[in-house]
């Protein structure tokens, strides 16, 4: 830059220091040539989207309200000099979950802004997806004024102070910029939660509304950037040692590989290898072993497989990869009553060390697995204990039956059903159908929670992971139909299929419009038995009938979707061919679409897939809890 030019420090607005950013190459380049040097001073409001800039964060999912206008405005700005973009929403928590996706999916963390009050609430509460799945995204909520001088509008009405800022504490972590100084402070916590390397979460930044037209006079090149976190491992051997002797020792060795296993599907096919292992998935780890490997004994837990909690239930060693423990991933703690020995791969130093009678490997999955492994291949030969091949024998033979049930359950014939008074599919079969449209196709599945979730995960038949996204840490209703929404936000968005029952279709009906405003080329797949099969099913389980889970109110979602100007809506028919030839012209459609497929809900158990696991919930909590009190691990 010439001695000419103009200073940062002297431009009078927000609209002439973005246009300036801009002209310069943007901000990071401009800190690079040290151009930015000098202290400057600038309202919160402005110093916060640098701040998040420098962080790479440039894409804001928001519903503006009475508490974020000043932010609004510099965004406006910003956007204007093509810096960051903006998308207005119509449902704090469609917006919340839209936001997830972007994260989860495409790497790419947003900041979600709303004032306090029922929206952020709305959006906190929505952002339990993002806490239970370990994904990162900012919340920018509009707070209460630190004067005092009265109720502010939408504060929680309760004479205490920074009650908002308790609340959004309880849920993850959380700062209030009170005092625009701590800004610096505010954007390193936060960047240490949003890019946490195993644990990420939500950050809830509490912006008083005074506070965010305040001055704050900072460096540039001093705002924080995103931490990068390398790849860690055990520091010596003796572990890995201790571990690679138990798991030659053992005969009927299984993997648990939960969702911190999918960015190490390698080296998690080659530990199962040199372990002589069966695998069971968690339902968010699909495909991190490929569907046919003979190894792959699929889902095991609560709803798991017959295979999957077939190993569950033999196995004598456990080996966790990237496992939380979960109630459904485990059978409410008592879903290995054989194992007598416990290797956990894990980073998180608390999850690692779950269980009873563990060798704890804390580090990164990829790097501890294949160092795993060359301890493994390292060993004596005649270290591995007899059985390993007889074991695997079973597995295979239980996989086979699993299959075959499988096939069973997702071909032949359509069932009658008292609500629609004709024939229709099953869940499995529809799901099938579907799943195997994706894979041709190379579409991203998207489930949402309740029974399509329930037999999806069964059904699904994946070769690589993060093709499947099922949202099984909250089971948050809504969520997948509302995921669609972050393709169009992305930098390389990809098509998309919500699997979605009517029920999670109506907690987020408002993503049609969304959809079409925001250009997202996806289809919702509405799987519509008029009730809440999922807890309707586990009450009859339990209870011998159903009760208050289902309605007598017949919808049209095909006119509903097709009240929405751009969307395009198709019946998805009685028999897996019409649906396919549906999806296909739903695909076609250049702009968002919903295919309507009526399912089956009754007593035939070919209804649905089944689940093989014990359950800490209702008439079956005593008889699990006693078994889990004869639990070892």
């Known amino acids: 830059m010439s001695a000419a030019s103009p200073r940062f420090a002297d431009l009078p607005d927000a609209a002439a220091r973005a246009r300036f950013i801009a002209q310069g190459g943007g901000l990071d ?8 040097s000098g202290p400057v001073t600038l309202p919160l409001a402005e110093a916060l989207v640098l701040g998040l800039l420098r962080q790479g964060v440039s894409k804001y999912l928001a519903i503006f309200g009475h508490g974020s206008t000043a932010i609004a405005e510099v965004l406006r700005h910003y956007e204007a000099a093509g810096l960051v973009r903006c998308w207005q929403f119509r449902n704090e928590i469609e917006m919340a979950h839209a936001a997830t996706a972007l994260s989860w999916v495409y790497g790419e963390i947003p900041a979600v802004v709303t004032s306090i009050g029922p929206g952020a609430l709305q959006a906190m509460a929505a952002s ?9 995204v900012w919340h920018l909520y ?12 939408q504060q929680v009405p309760k004479p205490a102070q920074g009650l908002f800022g308790q609340i959004t504490a309880l849920m993850w972590a959380s700062y209030t910029l009170a005092d625009p100084g701590a800004l610096r402070d505010a954007l390193r916590k936060g960047a240490s939660v949003v890019a946490h390397p195993w644990r990420a979460g939500p950050f809830y930044l509490n912006l008083p509304i005074n506070t965010q037209p305040a001055p704050v006079t900072l460096r540039l090149d001093a705002l924080p950037e995103r931490p990068r976190h390398p790849p860690l491992a055990p520091a010596g051997d003796a572990a890995l040692i201790q571990a690679a002797q138990a798991i030659a020792g053992s005969a009927r060795v299984a993997i648990k590989a939960g969702g911190g296993a999918r960015g190490a599907a390698g080296a998690v096919r080659r530990l199962a290898e040199a372990a002589g292992a069966a695998v069971v998935l968690s339902p968010g780890s699909l ?16 709803k798991g497989s017959l295979s999957g909690n077939w190993a569950m239930e033999e196995a004598d060693c456990l080996i966790v990869i990237g496992s939380r423990a979960v109630c ?16 956990n791969i894990n980073a998180d130093p608390a999850d690692v060390q779950h269980y009873n009678a563990t060798i704890a490997l804390p580090g990164d999955a990829g790097a501890v697995a294949d160092r795993l492994v060359a301890m493994l291949e390292a060993l004596p030969a005649g270290a591995m204990a007899g059985g390993k091949a007889d074991w695997l024998a079973r597995a295979a033979a239980k996989k086979a039956e699993w299959a075959a ?5 997702t071909t032949g014939t359509t069932r009658f059903d008292p609500v629609w008074q004709r024939p229709v599919m099953t869940q499995p079969q529809a799901i099938a159908a579907a799943d195997a449209f994706c894979r041709r196709i190379g579409a991203l599945k998207f489930f949402d929670a309740g029974d399509v979730q329930a ?10 992971p993060f093709a499947t996204y099922t949202e099984t840490g909250a089971s948050y209703m809504g969520f997948a139909v509302s995921a669609l929404l972050s393709q169009p936000l992305a930098r390389a968005g990809r098509y998309g299929v919500a699997f979605t029952g009517d029920g999670s279709f109506m907690m987020n009906p408002q993503v049609l419009i969304d959809g079409v405003e925001h250009g997202a080329h996806g289809t919702i797949l509405l799987f519509d038995n008029r009730r809440m099969a999922a807890i309707s099913s586990l009450q009859d389980a339990q209870y011998g009938t159903d009760w208050r889970t289902s309605d007598a109110v017949a919808v049209d979602y095909l006119a509903m979707a097709r009240s929405v100007a751009g969307v395009a809506a198709f019946d998805g028919g009685t028999a897996p061919d019409m649906l ?24 035939d158990p070919e209804g649905g897939m089944g689940a093989w696991g014990s359950w800490n919930v209702g008439n079956w909590c005593a008889e699990v809890e006693d078994r889990y009190a004869r639990t070892l691990i």
């Open 455 to 464: 037999n999806g995960f069964q059904v699904v038949a994946d070769d690589t």
């Open 128 to 136: 339990l997806v993002a806490s239970s799945n370990g994904v990162g």
């Open 287 to 302: 495909g991190v072993l490929p569907e046919d490997h003979p190894q792959n004994l699929h889902v095991g837990g609560s």
């Open 405 to 409: 049930l499988r096939a069973a359950r």
């Open 580 to 603: 396919t030839a549906a999806l296909a012209r739903a695909h076609a459609h250049p702009g968002l679409s919903l295919v309507h497929v009526p399912v089956y809900f009754g007593p």
């Open 328 to 343: 459904q991933a485990d059978c409410s703690g008592t879903g290995w009553p054989n194992v007598r020995r416990v290797v």
């Open 29 to 36: 380049r401009m800190i690079a040539d040290d151009a930015l």
């Open 142 to 153: 509009g707070d209460e004024t630190t004067r005092g001088e009265g109720y502010n509008m």
